[in-house]
Each structure stands twice: as C-alpha cells, then as structure tokens.
C-alpha cells in the first residue's frame, strides 16, 4: 500500500477512537470462553512430560518398558519418534525432545499417552532414563569465559575475523552504528561507562500452555492450541511429522496472555506424535512448573555502555557491548537489543556490539520487545548519570538529542515521522511532570523504541442477509483486536460497531497469516479490512448502478451508502448498506470481500515514561507511588485497548525491573519456578498506571495506525532505576533491583 | 545506481566489506547481485531480511523498485513478541 503522506491528526472519524464494549467481553466475564484446557474429545488420552532434572547431561538411554507395561498407558515417545527432516527446524526440534543431550534443567526427554492424568503421571516415574551429568554454565559472562564448559564442540563464533578455530560458547557476534565513536569520545566534556546486568524475566502469562491433537488414520489431523499463531503452529507440526500442510487443520483456543511466548511450539508436536502412535486423540496441559523450567523466558544480558557529551549537552559518541545468553540455541535477541539501544537518538556517533551466547537454560522465546528492555536499562540510566553530570535537566537532555524525521537511525534506516518528540513533548507537559515529586519519593524518567512490523495477513468480510457483517481474521487475538478490526471495518464501510462481528477463523478456513507479535495485527489486519471493505463497497455501488440504471463509475460510497456521484449521474435516494444487502440476492447473488496483502511501513513505536517511588532504607522495599506512561498510538482505534496494552507492557516492565527474575543453583536448576517464588506485580503492587496517548499518524497505514503492543515495556527499568537514584543516591547496575539487593546497595553505601 | 550498506550479522558475512555501490532496478534484483558478490550472504538474502529503502521499512517484497540514488540499508529479519 504506497504510503499516504498528508495523513493529520485533522481527519474525522465516526467510529474509530470511540471505546465501545469488547466482542468476546461477555464469554471471559462469565467463564464461557474456551482457553486451552477447555477442549475435550471423544476417546481421548491425556499426555505427560517427563523432564530432565540436570542441567546438563548426555542420554545414555531411556527405557520406557516399566511404563509401557502399565495398565492404562497407550503411548511413549522419545527423540526416536521424531525424525531430523528439516535442517531449518533442528534447533525447534531439539528443544521440543532433547536427542543425544538435556540442555537444560527441564528440558523435555520423553512423553507418554494413558487413560487418565493420574496413571500417565504414575508412568513418568516409570520411564528410566540413563544420565552421565556434564558440567553446566548458566551466565552468560561465565560462559564466555575461556575454561567454560562447552555446549557443543562444533560451535565457532560467527562474525569474527579471522574465524575461530577453537569452539566456543559464544554463537555470533555482530555489528551496528555509524561515524567514528573514538573522534567523537575525544571531542566529549563528559564520559560516563557503566556495566549493567539483568535477570531473565518469563513472560508470566496466567494460561499455561494447552493442547489437543487428533490425529486420524487417514493422515488426515487437527489441533486445538492455546497459541499466538495457528499457522505458526500449523507449519511447525506438519514440518516436524512430516505432514502436507493441508492434511492439518488447526484451531486456535481463546489465548489467556502470551506476550511472545506463545509464538513458537513446546508441547503441540509431542501431542501430535501421541496421537499418531496411538491413533487417538491427546490433551498435554502444562503446569506452572513445567512453564517456567521449559518455556521461554527471555535472556539475562550484561551490557557496558558509554556516553560521551559536549557541555552544551549535545551527545558526541555512544557505544554498547551486549552479552544476551538465550539458553542453549543461537538466536537470542541481542541483534534487536544491539539495534534497538540507542534508536531514540540522533547520533553522529554511535557503535555497538552484540554478543550472542549459548547457556544451560531453557531456549529463550520473544518477550514484548525482544532485547530492547535489557539494553534500554543501562542506555537510559546512563543518560540520566550523563545529564546529572552536565547540570542539565534529564528529559531536557533527551529533547536536545531526541531523533526526528530524517535523523539516521543508530542501527541504518532514516526515520520518516516518528513520535519520540511527540512523547517527550507529552511528558514535559503532563500533570504527573508537572506536579511536585512526592515527599519521600525519587522521580525516574526514560524513553523506549521498538520496530513494530506488519507481515502477510489475510482477512474475509461477509455481508449478510440483514445487512450486518461478518469478518474472518487469520491473527489470534490475544488483546482485545477484535474490537479493534470491527470498529475499523465499520468506520470503512460507514455502518455501526454493533453489526459487525469479528470471528477467529482455523486454518482451513482462511489463508496463510502470520502470528501475532511484533504489534502487528490492529496494524496489518486492519490495513487488509480496511481494502476488503473498499472492495465490498465497490460491489454494492455496481448493485446500487444496476437498480438506477446508470454507470458504476457514476456511483460512490459515502457515509455507509451509494449514492449519485454529481448531479449528471441523476437524482437517486441513497441506498443504504443494508438496502443493498436486502437486494443482493436478486441483484447478483451474495456480497462479500476479502483482501491477502503483504503489510510492510509498520511505522516505528516511542513511548516516555515517569516514575515517582519511594525506597525503604531498611528494607529494601520499593513502592511505586505514581507511574505515568506515554506512548505514539499513530491513530488509537480502541483507546481503552490501547490504554490496556501500554498499563501492561509498563507492569510487567516493572516487574522485571523490581522483583523478577530467575534463580539458578550452582548446578544450574531453576530455583523459583512458580508465582509464590518468581514475584510478578499483583494489582495490590501498583497504582492505577495514568496513560497519555500521542498520535502522530503512520503513512503507511489508511487510518494512521500504529502497533502499540510492545514498546511500552522498553522504558519502565530504566525510568525506575533513575527513580531509586534520585530517591536514594545510589546508582542501581543490577535488575531486579529487589528489597535484598537494594539493602545490600544501602550497606555498601553506609561503609563508604 | 544506490548506495547499499549492510548492518549487523549481515556486515560479518561480507568479508568485512559493509557498503556496495549497486545498480539495481529493484529488491530482488538487489538480492542477486549481492548474492554473486558476496556468496556468503546469498543463504541470508534467501531466509528474508529487511529493506530499508529511505525512511521505508520492506521485510518481504521483492519486486518493490530502488528509486535511483536512494539509501538502502539491509537489516536481519525482525520479528516480536
């Protein structure tokens, strides 16, 4: 779609922006909706996972005879039944059955099919599994340590010249940035460099993952899936079974949170596998402990940053060296971390380097933003230390090197209009900056970026008999997009909210769409609803021309009817929407439109944040007194949703910033895995989080739109440390910045 | 002609070299010649990485042209959460 530059914040919309009821509100306040676990078949056996206790270990052997001999047990199955077909899936393979090695604590080493929950738990303890324990690494400095154990003896540091030629732990490392950071430290009046460290946060989601796979004699199979993605999982199973697309039908469950997590496949193939071998259906539910030892948290990181600025506090140079380890595969998010880092700046001097790190903990998965919040902590609390250093003003320091439209990016593209001044501006004048700090308390400010993407996309839009309408959507929704999608349906087509009805359709019933993340789908499933329903108004003109008698051409659509274009196209009454829909039988057989598009200029995301907290010197204890969030929406569709998404990218932001993360033993087994342990921010934690919604509206989308999903969760670490600072002097370099850590900090402030 | 410059893991798998002067009428045609200049970059051109063409950001469309003299910068793939 080319882009549309003299989109305004000027135009009118009827239906956009206002905050009608969500679609599938009723179904989850009353318990009627169906996640995951609420699906049951004829017939069907529950499957369980056995997981490795080590972290580390090679798999001698695994012998299932015990269980197998179980009354009641129909099924087991090990890496045996999952055949290396596609070198492409090996990692995701590994990860969902471990073959020669566990590679984590947790760490999925074989599954049985039986009659109940109960005898399929009793087979568990059955199965033997033979281990010789290897030693085990779990941080990433540790592992980047020349006598670190190994994970693999083939792994050779990619992006290093000359090429290694001893193996490593240490996956790729890469490179971003532009101009020449040491001329621009030397011409610095202040230099601050600081290491950071932060703690792998889960994505904490309350629905743990679920499952049912049928798979049928035919070789024919269908799926019900707690997940972000369908076709995703779709893509995944079929490739993993070795299964033609067509033969797998999979349907999408109401989602109870993902936030990325859900973006890739755990459980879904080994039940697909029980299934097969036993020829009938199997339910895998995950506990809470089974989600925190094996499905993606996020990486812990320790990133050194510098910051070299001009007295008149114009940033000369900056530069960052990240360590992301991202468990036991390549691909943790330190390339999105290394070029998210210093995005919100204009630099003519910026650099940095991404360490890619393999560990003994579970494979990463995406989490809001992935790689951004764990860099931003150190950027931003260094541009804090930096404009405390100058005498300057902080959010007065980031408006004097905020990027803007035609800043080259840290990490390449030019921006076209971005919101970051926009965010800055809001910030500066909204009551929260503009009122006292509260006694007692420290006030952090930050900022945050994030991509956002757009991707391919299908929808369907049905008219019908009555006039109400119908559409189809290939994303999940998993935060309220489906008042999103009908609102912007009826403001295309001119007709209320009420007669429009969103449905999330499985993968037989409509085309290939990508999952739901990266802040995609208000921005791609509403651009591809916004053309189908170009295209249905186009058909109800042509019906609307028959009746009249007179050309198509001379027909056009305004406020949801067709009506004359001009006075030479003759004096009609307006047909309305439902008029033509009361027709369309005897005017030309059923309406209806659809619309596959490639959604790309996604329009990039800035938010600023504020935090007043307090500290306990005794305790430790933080309490968040006022928190205020302020976020480029481009054009908010659902402002409540949009309020939603950016109230709960910012909590679980400072949750990973004040209490979360995972704890590992020394042998590398995951300490804390459940919510009494692994502390999330609870409703009685927070404040009402206050939001400001900027709009500066996206050319590359009709309406303007922009995601909003992620960026939010940028900010809240770095706006909290700057918080504790001016709470308490004292310059935290470690998230959690928990109530141990931080009277730890206090001590080692008193003996100095 | 446009001035091509590689960014992140992409710049470590062209021998260093993180610029190229190219005459290309359009994305993938960009992508073939990259590819025969630098051959180890042709698996990432073929996996999909993002193109941006000015302040226009393309993660997968081939045959979207290069305006002569535009700035295009070669990004690894972006995904989310």
Same mark, same amino acid.
């Given at each position: 779609?080319?882009?549309?530059?003299?989109?305004?914040?000027?135009?009118?919309?009827?239906?956009?922006?206002?905050?009608?009821?969500?679609?599938?509100?009723?179904?989850?306040?009353?318990?009627?909706?169906?996640?995951?676990?609420?699906?049951?078949?004829?017939?069907?056996?529950?499957?369980?996972?056995?997981?490795?206790?080590?972290?580390h270990?090679r798999?001698?052997?695994?012998?299932?005879?015990?269980?197998?001999?179980?009354?009641?047990?129909?099924?087991?199955?090990?890496?045996?039944?999952?055949?290396?077909?596609?070198?492409?899936?090996?990692?995701?393979?590994?990860?969902?059955?471990?073959r020669d090695k566990?590679l984590?604590?947790?760490?999925?080493?074989?599954?049985?099919?039986?009659?109940?929950?109960?005898?399929?738990?009793?087979?568990?303890?059955?199965?033997?599994?033979?281990?010789d324990?290897l030693p085990?690494v779990?941080?990433?400095?540790?592992a980047?340590?020349p006598d670190a154990p190994l994970l693999y003896d083939d792994m050779f540091t990619?992006?290093?010249?000359?090429?290694p030629t001893k193996p490593s732990n240490v996956a790729?490392?890469?490179?971003?940035?532009?101009?020449?950071?040491?001329?621009?430290?030397?011409?610095?009046?202040?230099?601050?460099?600081?290491?950071?460290?932060?703690?792998?946060?889960?994505?904490?989601?309350?629905?743990?993952?679920?499952?049912?796979?049928?798979?049928?004699?035919?070789?024919?199979?269908?799926?019900?899936?707690?997940?972000?993605?369908?076709?995703?999982?779709?893509?995944?199973?079929?490739?993993?079974?070795?299964?033609?697309?067509?033969?797998?039908?999979?349907?999408?469950?109401?989602?109870?949170?993902?936030?990325?997590?859900?973006?890739?496949?755990?459980?879904?193939?080994?039940?697909?596998?029980?299934?097969?071998?036993?020829?009938?259906?199997?339910?895998?539910?995950?506990?809470?402990?089974?989600?925190?030892?094996?499905?993606?948290?996020?990486?812990?990181?320790?990133?050194?940053?510098?910051?070299?600025?001009?007295?008149?506090?114009?940033?000369?140079?900056?530069?960052?060296?990240?360590?992301?380890?991202?468990?036991p595969f390549a691909?943790?998010?330190?390339?999105?971390?290394?070029?998210?880092?210093?995005?919100?700046?204009?630099?003519?001097?910026?650099?940095?380097?991404?360490?890619?790190?393999v560990?003994n903990?579970?494979?990463?998965?995406?989490?809001?933003?992935?790689?951004?919040?764990?860099?931003?902590?150190?950027?931003?609390?260094?541009?804090?230390?930096?404009?405390?250093?100058?005498?300057?003003?902080?959010?007065?320091?980031?408006?004097?090197?905020?990027?803007?439209?035609?800043?080259?990016?840290?990490?390449?593209?030019?921006?076209?209009?971005?919101?970051?001044?926009?965010?800055?501006?809001?910030?500066?004048?909204?009551?929260?900056?503009?009122?006292?700090?509260?006694?007692?308390?420290?006030?952090?400010?930050?900022?945050?970026?994030?991509?956002?993407?757009?991707?391919?996309?299908?929808?369907?839009?049905?008219?019908?008999?009555?006039?109400?309408?119908?559409?189809?959507?290939?994303?999940?929704?998993? !935060?309220?997009?489906?008042?999103? =999608? /009908?609102?912007?349906? %009826?403001?295309?087509? *001119? &007709? +209320?909210? #009420?007669? $429009?009805?969103?449905?999330?359709?499985?993968?037989?019933?409509?085309?290939?769409?990508?999952?739901?993340?990266?802040?995609?789908?208000?921005?791609?499933?509403?651009?591809?609803?916004?053309?189908?329903? !170009?295209?249905?108004?186009?058909? =109800? /003109?042509?019906?609307? %021309?028959?009746?009249? *008698? &007179? +050309?198509? #051409?001379? $027909?056009?659509?305004?406020?949801?009817?067709?009506?004359?274009?001009?006075?030479?196209?003759?004096?009609?009454?307006?047909?309305?929407?439902?008029?033509?829909?009361?027709?369309?039988?005897?005017?030309? !057989?059923?309406?209806?439109?659809?619309?596959?598009?490639?959604?790309?200029?996604?329009?990039?995301?800035?938010?600023?944040?504020?935090?007043?907290?307090?500290?306990?010197?005794?305790?430790?204890?933080?309490?968040?007194?006022?928190?205020?969030?302020?976020?480029?929406?481009?054009?908010?569709?659902?402002?409540?949703?949009?309020? !939603?998404?950016?109230?709960?990218?910012?909590?679980?932001?400072?949750?990973?910033?004040?209490?979360?993360?995972?704890?590992?033993?020394?042998?590398?087994?995951?300490?804390?895995?459940?919510?009494?342990?692994?502390?999330?921010?609870?409703?009685?934690?927070?404040?009402?989080?206050?939001?400001?919604?900027?709009?500066?509206?996206?050319?590359?989308?009709?309406?303007?739109?922009?995601?909003?999903?992620?960026?939010?969760?940028?900010?809240?670490?770095?706006?909290?440390?700057?918080?504790?600072?001016?709470?308490?002097?004292?310059?935290?370099?470690?998230?959690?910045?928990?109530?141990?850590?931080?009277?730890?900090?206090?001590?080692?402030?008193?003996?100095? | 002609?446009?001035?091509?410059?590689?960014?992140?893991?992409?710049?470590?798998?062209?021998?260093?070299?993180?610029?190229?002067?190219?005459?290309?009428?359009?994305?993938?045609?960009?992508?073939?010649?990259?590819?025969?200049?630098?051959?180890?970059?042709?698996?990432?051109?073929?996996?999909?990485?993002?193109?941006?063409?000015?302040?226009?950001?393309?993660?997968?469309?081939?045959?979207?042209?290069?305006?002569?003299?535009?700035?295009?910068?070669?990004?690894?793939?972006?995904?989310?959460?």
């Amino acid at each position: 779609m080319p882009l549309d530059e003299t989109l305004t914040n000027e135009r009118k919309f009827k239906v956009v922006g206002t905050r009608p009821n969500r679609p599938d509100g009723i179904d989850k306040v009353t318990g009627r909706a169906r996640y995951g676990a609420d699906m049951t078949m004829p017939g069907m056996l529950w499957g369980m996972i056995l997981r490795s206790p080590h972290a580390h270990a090679r798999i001698k052997g695994i012998d299932a005879s015990k269980a197998l001999a179980l009354s009641g047990v129909k099924a087991v199955v090990t890496a045996e039944d999952f055949e290396m077909r596609d070198d492409d899936l090996r990692d995701t393979l590994i990860n969902v059955m471990a073959r020669d090695k566990a590679l984590y604590d947790g760490h999925t080493v074989a599954a049985v099919a039986a009659t109940s929950k109960s005898i399929a738990k009793k087979a568990l303890k059955l199965i033997e599994v033979d281990y010789d324990v290897l030693p085990a690494v779990v941080d990433e400095n540790a592992a980047m340590a020349p006598d670190a154990p190994l994970l693999y003896d083939d792994m050779f540091t990619q992006g290093v010249d000359p090429a290694p030629t001893k193996p490593s732990n240490v996956a790729n490392v890469l490179e971003f940035g532009h101009g020449d950071v040491e001329a621009g430290f030397a011409k610095a009046d202040v230099v601050i460099e600081r290491t950071f460290k932060t703690g792998a946060t889960h994505q904490g989601y309350i629905e743990p993952h679920a499952c049912v796979a049928s798979y049928n004699p035919d070789g024919y199979a269908e799926m019900w899936v707690c997940t972000q993605g369908h076709f995703m999982i779709r893509d995944n199973c079929a490739r993993l079974l070795g299964m033609d697309l067509s033969r797998l039908r999979v349907t999408a469950s109401e989602i109870g949170g993902g936030f990325g997590g859900k973006t890739t496949v755990f459980i879904e193939p080994v039940a697909l596998a029980l299934s097969k071998k036993t020829g009938r259906p199997v339910k895998i539910v995950m506990s809470r402990d089974e989600v925190f030892r094996a499905t993606g948290p996020t990486s812990s990181s320790t990133n050194r940053v510098k910051i070299g600025a001009t007295k008149d506090g114009r940033i000369v140079a900056a530069e960052a060296e990240l360590r992301y380890q991202g468990g036991p595969f390549a691909g943790s998010p330190v390339e999105w971390g290394a070029m998210t880092a210093f995005a919100c700046y204009d630099l003519e001097n910026v650099k940095t380097v991404g360490y890619d790190v393999v560990c003994n903990r579970p494979k990463q998965a995406a989490y809001r933003a992935p790689g951004a919040p764990m860099i931003a902590f150190g950027v931003e609390s260094v541009m804090d230390d930096v404009a405390h250093e100058l005498g300057m003003d902080p959010v007065d320091f980031r408006i004097l090197n905020q990027a803007k439209e035609g800043t080259k990016s840290s990490y390449g593209p030019t921006y076209g209009p971005i919101g970051i001044a926009a965010c800055l501006d809001a910030l500066k004048h909204s009551d929260h900056y503009q009122s006292p700090v509260p006694e007692g308390c420290g006030r952090g400010t930050a900022v945050g970026f994030w991509f956002n993407f757009g991707g391919q996309t299908c929808v369907g839009l049905n008219v019908n008999e009555d006039g109400t309408v119908t559409i189809q959507l290939g994303t999940q929704d998993i !935060g309220g997009s489906r008042a999103s =999608m /009908c609102l912007m349906t %009826a403001e295309a087509l *001119g &007709i +209320p909210y #009420e007669d $429009v009805r969103a449905v999330n359709a499985d993968t037989s019933a409509i085309g290939f769409t990508e999952t739901t993340e990266g802040s995609r789908t208000t921005f791609s499933s509403g651009m591809a609803l916004i053309k189908a329903a !170009g295209e249905t108004t186009k058909k =109800m /003109c042509a019906r609307a %021309a028959k009746v009249w *008698g &007179i +050309p198509e #051409e001379a $027909v056009e659509w305004v406020d949801g009817a067709a009506r004359p274009a001009g006075d030479n196209a003759g004096k009609f009454d307006p047909m309305t929407f439902k008029e033509i829909a009361a027709i369309a039988h005897s005017t030309g !057989g059923p309406i209806a439109g659809h619309s596959e598009i490639n959604a790309e200029n996604a329009g990039e995301g800035f938010a600023a944040h504020i935090c007043d907290l307090k500290v306990d010197p005794e305790t430790g204890f933080t309490e968040v007194v006022r928190y205020t969030v302020i976020q480029d929406a481009g054009k908010a569709v659902h402002p409540s949703y949009v309020e !939603g998404q950016m109230q709960g990218a910012a909590a679980q932001g400072i949750g990973w910033a004040l209490n979360e993360e995972y704890i590992y033993s020394e042998d590398g087994r995951l300490q804390n895995p459940g919510f009494l342990d692994y502390r999330i921010p609870v409703c009685s934690d927070l404040p009402m989080l206050e939001t400001v919604i900027v709009e500066v509206p996206n050319p590359g989308h009709p309406f303007g739109v922009r995601g909003v999903g992620e960026t939010s969760i940028v900010p809240p670490l770095g706006a909290i440390g700057n918080a504790v600072r001016n709470a308490t002097g004292m310059r935290m370099l470690e998230t959690p910045m928990s109530p141990p850590r931080l009277v730890a900090a206090f001590r080692e402030a008193a003996k100095a | 002609m446009v001035k091509v410059t590689l960014n992140g893991s992409l710049r470590s798998k062209a021998g260093g070299q993180s610029e190229f002067d190219i005459d290309a009428a359009d994305i993938r045609d960009l992508f073939r010649q990259l590819g025969e200049l630098q051959p180890k970059l042709k698996p990432l051109l073929d996996d999909g990485v993002v193109v941006a063409i000015d302040n226009q950001i393309y993660r997968d469309s081939l045959f979207q042209p290069l305006p002569e003299g535009s700035d295009v910068q070669l990004l690894p793939k972006l995904a989310g959460g």
